[in-house]
C-alpha cells in the first residue's frame, strides 16, 4: 500500500494509490478501539489529467487485524458498487452495522490506475463502555499476571523453548545482590548481527517498582513466538527484519523487593537498586562536555559531535552502579538504532533532551531565555515520540490530564522531558551522545503496579503502539561503507548535512542513519580514505533508503603504503629488518624535513618546464607563441614519486642550513 500526496504533480497525487508490483491490494483503516462502522463514501482521483476510480470493492472487518471477516451475503462476498467516474461521491451503507476496530476495502476492479478517496462512516464506542473490565477478552495463549524474578525467568525459557529458532537468552551482566539481568533476542537469526539488519531495544525495570513495562515486554515475547510460528505476514516481517533485544527488568533486585508488596507497596519500594541508585539517572554527564565544547566553537572540527568519550574518571567512580556499568557495556556491544525504555507514574511519551546546564554548585539552571537546549535531531524524535503517543489507545486523551496535576503533553501525549523534569545523566542522553542508538522513555500509566486483573487492558492499550514503534527503525537510510576492493569499513563516520550529530559503521561496516522523509546531502569518511558525498533521498513509503559508499584510498594514504611514515616523521631501519620511529626528530625538524622536499620538488618542476620548453623565433610579424611539453615518462611521473626518489637527501653535505628558514612556510603539501 501507498499513502497519497497533495501534490498532483506525485504520481500518486491526490489520492491513495496502490503499488503497482503489489499483488494484493486493500486500503485498512485502524479506528483504536471498537466502533460501529455503518457505511463507506468513495471517490476516485482528484486529478486533471488522470481518471482513476475503484469500481468495485469488498469490505472486511477484524478486531485484532489477524482475523478478518468478509461482508457476507449468505452465498458470497457482497461485491460493493463504486464510482463510474473520478468526481462523484459515491456512498454505500451497511444493511446493519458492524462493530470491529479495523476496517478494510478490498478493491477488485478499477479505472486506470488503482487509486481512490475514501470516507468511512460509523461511532466509536463509549470508553467506559467498552473497556469495562468484564469485557475485556484476553488472547488465550497471553498469561496476563505479575511475575515475580524466578517466574520472569521461566516465562522466558518457555519461550525460547517453544521458538528456538527465532529466539536466544543472554545476560547483560549481574546486580549488586548477584542476579542476572536476562535479555531475549527475537530475530530470523538471533545469535549473531546480520549485515543490514538493524538492531533494536526494548527495556524495562529501571525502577523495580514500574510492574507494567515489565509485563508489557513478557507479553511481547509470547506474542511475536505465537504469531511467527501462525504465519501472521506482520510479525514475520518484525522478527525477519529487525534483531529485537527484550529486556524486562534492568533492575532486578528493585524488581524483587516491589514484588514482595506487589500492588500495595508504597511509590518508591524497589524503585532504586540494592545500593540506593537511580540506575536512569545514573549515567556518565555527558551533555556538558558536548555543550561547552560548541560553546567555544570546538564542534566538529575539534569536538566530535557524537561518540563523546566517557570521561577518564569512570572506572574508579564509585558512583556509578554496578547495573549501569552493565548496561553501557551491552549498549557499545550491539549496533543499536532505535530504543525504548518503559517506565511508570505518568502518561506519556519523554523525548531528549532531558537534562539542563548545570551551574558552579552542580545545579541545573534554565538556558538563556528559558530554552533548554534543542537536540540536533529534535524533529526525529518528536516523530518518533508521537508514533507511539498517537497509537496508544488513551496516551493522547488530553481530558485525562496529568497523573499529578496539569498537562504537561498538551494534548499531544509526548513531551521534552527538558521542558519537563530535567535531570543529568540519563540513560537517554547517554545513548545518544555516546552511542548510535535514538533513545526515548515511555511512560505507562499514574498506576506503577496495577493490579493484575487490569493487565490485559494495558496490552490492549500497548500492543499496537510497541509494534508501530518497532517498525520505525526502518525509517531514514542504511547501507554499507566499504573500500573499492568491496572489504566492509568499520567505524566510519556518516554525517548527513544540516544535522549537527553523525553516526558511526558497525564492525560489519554497516549503518544506520533514521531521519524523516526529505533530501538530504550524506557524507561518508573513514580515516585513510577520501570521503564521498551522495544525496540521499528519504521517501514516504516503508523501508529505509539504501544508500551505499565505496571510498578510495588517499592520496596520502597511498604515499604512507609505497613508503611507510609515521607522523610525517622518517623510518630507519632496525637490527630486525623493521621500521621504527626516529623519535630523536624535534618538531622543528620535522617540519624543515617537509618544506625542503617541497623546495626540491618546486625546483625541479621548474628546471623540467626550463628544458623542454621551445621558443619559436622573434619576427616581426604578429605569430601565435606556443609552448610546447614533450610527453615523456619523466613529466608524467607522479609529484609524490619524485618526492620518495630524494627521501633522506639533504640539500647540504651538513644536512640542513639557516637558509631554509627563509622559505615561505605558508606553502602546505595539500597545497600541490
Not at 515520540?385 to 496508544?392: D, E, L, M, Q, R
Request: with cysteine.
Amino acid at each position: 500500500m501507498q499513502c497519497g500526496s497533495d501534490d498532483e504533480d506525485d504520481m500518486r497525487g491526490g489520492a491513495w494509490c496502490a503499488n503497482s508490483e503489489d499483488r494484493i491490494h486493500w486500503f485498512e483503516i485502524d479506528a483504536r478501539r471498537e466502533t460501529e462502522f455503518t457505511g463507506v463514501i468513495t471517490q476516485g482521483r482528484d486529478s486533471l489529467n488522470e481518471g482513476d476510480f475503484v469500481i468495485s470493492y469488498f469490505l472486511a472487518f477484524s478486531n485484532d487485524s489477524r482475523e478478518w471477516t468478509t461482508i457476507h451475503d449468505g452465498y458470497a462476498d457482497w461485491l460493493f458498487f463504486g464510482n463510474s467516474d473520478k468526481d462523484t461521491p459515491v456512498m454505500n451503507q451497511l444493511a446493519e452495522p458492524v462493530l470491529a476496530r479495523y476496517i478494510r476495502i478490498i478493491p477488485q476492479s478499477w479505472n486506470g490506475s488503482l487509486c481512490m478517496r475514501l470516507e468511512v462512516l460509523g461511532c466509536p464506542l463509549p470508553v467506559d463502555v467498552q473497556y469495562r473490565q468484564n469485557e475485556v477478552t484476553p488472547v488465550d495463549y497471553l498469561e496476563f499476571k505479575h511475575h515475580s524474578y524466578s517466574e520472569m525467568v521461566a516465562l522466558m525459557k518457555s519461550v525460547n523453548e517453544e521458538c528456538p529458532n527465532i529466539t536466544s537468552i543472554y545476560s547483560l551482566g549481574r546486580s549488586s545482590k548477584g542476579l542476572e539481568i536476562m535479555a531475549m533476542v527475537i530475530s530470523g537469526n538471533p545469535t549473531e548481527h546480520e549485515i543490514g539488519e538493524p538492531e533494536f531495544r526494548f527495556t524495562a525495570g529501571l525502577h523495580g517498582n514500574e510492574a507494567v513495562g515489565r509485563e508489557m515486554l513478557l507479553l511481547l515475547m509470547q506474542y511475536l513466538c505465537k504469531e511467527y510460528k501462525d504465519r501472521n505476514p506482520r510479525a514475520q516481517q518484525l522478527v525477519e527484519g529487525i534483531r529485537i533485544h527484550l529486556v524486562p527488568s534492568l533492575n532486578p533486585d528493585g524488581h524483587e523487593e516491589a514484588f514482595k508488596g506487589s500492588e500495595l507497596s508504597n511509590w518508591t519500594t524497589g524503585h532504586y537498586t540494592e545500593n540506593g541508585f537511580d540506575i536512569f539517572q545514573n549515567f556518565p554527564d555527558l551533555n556538558s562536555i558536548l555543550w561547552d565544547a560548541e560553546d567555544k566553537g570546538m564542534v566538529p572540527k575539534l569536538t566530535p559531535n557524537h561518540h563523546v568519550a566517557i570521561p577518564e574518571n569512570f572506572e574508579a567512580n564509585s558512583s556509578i552502579a554496578v547495573e549501569t556499568r552493565a548496561i553501557i557495556s551491552w549498549m557499545k556491544s550491539h549496533p543499536f538504532v532505535l530504543g525504548a525504555n518503559f517506565q511508570g507514574g505518568e502518561t506519556i511519551v519523554a523525548y531528549p533532551y532531558d537534562s539542563l546546564r548545570l551551574n558552579n554548585a552542580g545545579y541545573q539552571y534554565a538556558e538563556p531565555e528559558d530554552e533548554p537546549r534543542v537536540i540536533a535531531d529534535e524533529s526525529l524524535f518528536r516523530w518518533l515520540a508521537v508514533s507511539y503517543a498517537s497509537t496508544h489507545l488513551t496516551m493522547t486523551h488530553n481530558y485525562h490530564g496529568s497523573c499529578h496535576g496539569g498537562n504537561s503533553a498538551g494534548g499531544q501525549g509526548i513531551v521534552n522531558r527538558a521542558k519537563w523534569k530535567p535531570i543529568t545523566g540519563s540513560m537517554n542522553d547517554f545513548s545518544y551522545l555516546h552511542t548510535n542508538c535514538f533513545e526515548l522513555s515511555i511512560f505507562l500509566g499514574c498506576d506503577k503496579f496495577p493490579h493484575q486483573s487490569e493487565l490485559a487492558y494495558e496490552w490492549e492499550k500497548n500492543r499496537e503502539a510497541m509494534l508501530i514503534f518497532m517498525e520505525q527503525v526502518h525509517r531514514g537510510i542504511r547501507g554499507i561503507v566499504k573500500d573499492q576492493q568491496g572489504n566492509p569499513i568499520a567505524n566510519a563516520t556518516v554525517s548527513v548535512e544540516g544535522i549537527n550529530h553523525d553516526v558511526t559503521t558497525a564492525p560489519t561496516g554497516d549503518y544506520w542513519r533514521m531521519l524523516n522523509p526529505g533530501e538530504y546531502r550524506v557524507t561518508a569518511r573513514a580515516e585513510g580514505f577520501s570521503p564521498v558525498t551522495k544525496l540521499c533521498v528519504v521517501g514516504y513509503q516503508s523501508g529505509a533508503t539504501a544508500c551505499t559508499f565505496n571510498l578510495a584510498k588517499s592520496n596520502w594514504d597511498r604515499i604512507k603504503q609505497v613508503r611507510p611514515f609515521v607522523n610525517g616523521n622518517r623510518h630507519v631501519v632496525d637490527s630486525n629488518n623493521g621500521y621504527s620511529q626516529n623519535s630523536r626528530l624535534s618538531a622543528e625538524r620535522q617540519r624543515r624535513l617537509r618544506i625542503a622536499r617541497l623546495r626540491r620538488l618546486r625546483q625541479q618542476r621548474l628546471m623540467r618546464l626550463r628544458s623542454t620548453t621551445t621558443l619559436p623565433p622573434t619576427t616581426t610579424t604578429t605569430t601565435t607563441t606556443t609552448t610546447t611539453i614533450p610527453t615523456t615518462p619523466e613529466t608524467t611521473t607522479s609529484w609524490y614519486d619524485s618526492w620518495l626518489i630524494m627521501e633522506g637527501q639533504s640539500s647540504t653535505p651538513g644536512g640542513f642550513t639557516d637558509s631554509i628558514l627563509d622559505y615561505n612556510y605558508e606553502y602546505k603539501i595539500d597545497d600541490y
